[in-house]
């Protein structure tokens, strides 16, 4: 080979789910009955008025090139919708459109970090997080979320990295939280608030699970005094609408920052079609019935896979508060085994039966501090999910199998205990 990848490129890491799903995939096409709760996917049909909007788009040919930071009309309908919902006075300036959510996150870290910046990441993380900021020759700087509190980022992690960090200048700040489920509250987002505000330091509000809150409603930073300008929020239509292949999200940002955002999409992607912005338009004005019904079904799944989970010896949930997914501490388990977490999510997959598995995630997918957890999204029929709860306790009896599958796969050989505290 003559070309050389840049070290960046050597060393990028992916969203794991993606590649569990693939393994997943490839499994059910060999015949093997896998339930999967790997991946963050509704499992229900994008809302009605989404699809019609879409089907009459598409017959209207409206099929062009449209302004880089969206369709004018779509990006009033964003505004109106994050006033009406969450108490963010936004106006059509605020938004800017893109394929999902995403992409946001890049762009944000192009905004403000320069080389030897410091970022400040709330661990266990989305995955993406890192390569972009990576991507800026920035430094990510983790800080644990821990079960004892919720999974709520601490705000005095927050102001000993603004105060000691040499050049701390940005937040990844995700609430509902993927992928523990924890939610930030109004009076964290006060505080957080009260500790950035006026400081040359960003913050990236990552919001697409802003309808899966199950015990009060979502809360924005948008929402606290100032933060307009010191804050990008990001949003999309795949969990709250079921549209994840139409690949659509927007942010909400003052003037400024969305300008800035504006220009990056019109260097890089040109624009979102247009066909899709129609569609997510009609979602955002006529589907919330559907969409709150639906909530409620996830809702549902939730509790189930919570409940059943929990019922499980060594393994410990807390009660579900947002998102669809479910983060149980199995540290007990591994140890017992002598397995890591992701080994253990693998096993279940591929090690522990040979004509059924579970797909899930090892909490270490997320970062260090998922070391000991598992993640299991909910997007099955229930009583898939119950079958998968059912096997679990039997797949954690065949220690033939686990060693069998360490034997084969050291890799995921657990040699420090995780603490069980």
Known sequence: MSVQLSEFAKGLNVETAFTVLAVAKQLKAKGKDVVELEIGDSPFDSTAHAKQSGAKAITDNCSHYCPSPGLPEFREAAANFVKAEFGIHALASNVVVAPGAKVFEQFFCEAFLNPGDGCLVFSPYFPTYVPNILRRNARPVYASLKQSNEFRPLVSDIENFLNTDPSPKAIMLNSPHNPTGGVTTEQDLRDI???????????????????????????????????????????????????????????????????????????????????????????????????????????????????????????????????????????????????????????LLDGADDHFGVACLGGECFGDAGQGFLRFSCAEPNDRIQKAIDFLPQAFARTDRVQ???????????????SEG
Request: aromatic share 10%.
């Open 404 to 418: 069998a599958y360490l034997d084969k796969n050291p890799q995921f050989r657990l040699t420090t205990p995780y």
């Open 193 to 347: 608030a009260d500790l950035v505000r006026g400081k040359n330091v960003a913050v990236f509000s990552d919001e697409p699970y802003c309808h899966m809150v199950w015990k009060g409603r979502h809360r924005s930073l948008l929402e606290q005094p100032g933060m307009m300008d010191q804050c990008m929020a990001a949003y999309t239509f795949s969990k709250s609408y079921s549209m994840s292949g139409w690949r659509l999200g927007f942010c909400v940002a003052g003037n400024a920052i969305a300008d800035a955002t504006s220009k990056m999409v019109n260097t890089t992607l040109s624009c979102t079609p247009p066909i899709v912005q129609l569609a997510g338009k009609a979602a955002l004005e006529r589907d919330s019935v559907e969409r709150d019904a639906v909530m409620l079904k996830f809702r549902e799944k939730v509790v189930l896979l919570n409940e059943g989970l929990n019922r499980i010896p060594g393994m410990k949930t807390l009660d579900p508060t947002s998102t669809f997914y479910v983060f149980p501490n199995v540290a007990p388990i591994c140890n017992k085994l002598g397995i890591k977490s992701h080994g253990l999510a693998l096993y």
